[in-house]
């Protein structure tokens, strides 16, 4: 197998990917994009032989030099509110000009035949996808459901306030941790056969909020309520800044309508084990935090 290029390797998702990575691949043969190849986070990636080329998804000449050589191409995407297009776009047409045989991207994963629309997300992903599937490359599109290690962010320290505060809503979400959606991406890494395929990456069961506080309850011993809010009162709540609004009540309205609660297998098929669940993921957490 010849040379695996990782994007975005300093972030929480990539460096997870990168160590996996050199457990099952030589390292001489594993290269990174970053924008500071300096980085204490990629540096003793580096000592072990990782060649780190600096780049940029807006700088198209940085992606042809880092991208020569190159036969399999790890496309995380870029963050929310940026111009997720024209990066994502940038980066399959500098792979398909530089050689390289098969980009694997990192999607959202929503529900077949969807309407569900994520401000800054969703329309972004659809781009990226279909320009994936029109560029004649091998592609392998891993849809990822929202990261466990990120719920909190819907809403807030419940264990510090004493609750789950949120709008209405019964629905789940089937939420998985970064280190079994690291694995899933090693394994199509590594692995022939996923030329071409699309994976949804949920986890292995859902949970709604009013779930969460119960299990926050059960593990912590505090009594963690769960109680609703207007959607004005939550974001007022939350205190995040205004232009943000859109984007946490789409996620938290997804969450509410049940567009992440359906279980594929399909994370648990590449990784060979059980995903973490959100239970053992709460009890891990406050663990470590007592």
Known sequence: MGKILI???????????????LQ?????????????????????FIKE?????????????????????VEK??????????????????????AKQAGVKQVIYTSIIRKENSNLILPEVTMSDLFAEQALRASGLDYTILRNPPYLETLHSFYGDALKVGGVRVPEGSGKVAAASLDDLAAANVAVLTQSGHENHTYNLSGSEGSSFADIAEALSEISEKNIAYETL??????????????????LLGWVRAVNTGEFSETSGDLERLIGRKPMTYKEFFKKQIAIST
């Open 7 to 21: 994007t975005g390797a300093t972030g929480n998702l990539g460096i997870r990917t990168l160590d996996l990575l």
């Open 73 to 94: 191409l790890m496309l995380i995407s870029a963050v929310a509110f940026t111009d997720r297009n024209t990066q994502h776009f940038n980066v399959i047409a500098a």
């Open 49 to 69: 032989g990782v060649e780190a080329h600096q780049g940029d998804y807006f700088d198209y000449n940085s992606l042809l030099r880092a991208f020569n050589g």
């Open 230 to 247: 207007s959607e004005n009162d939550y974001l007022e709540a939350m205190g995040m800044p205004a232009f943000t609004n859109d984007f």
């Open 24 to 44: 099952k691949f030589p390292s001489n043969q594993v290269a990174v994009l970053v924008r500071d190849p300096e980085s204490e986070k990629i540096e003793r």
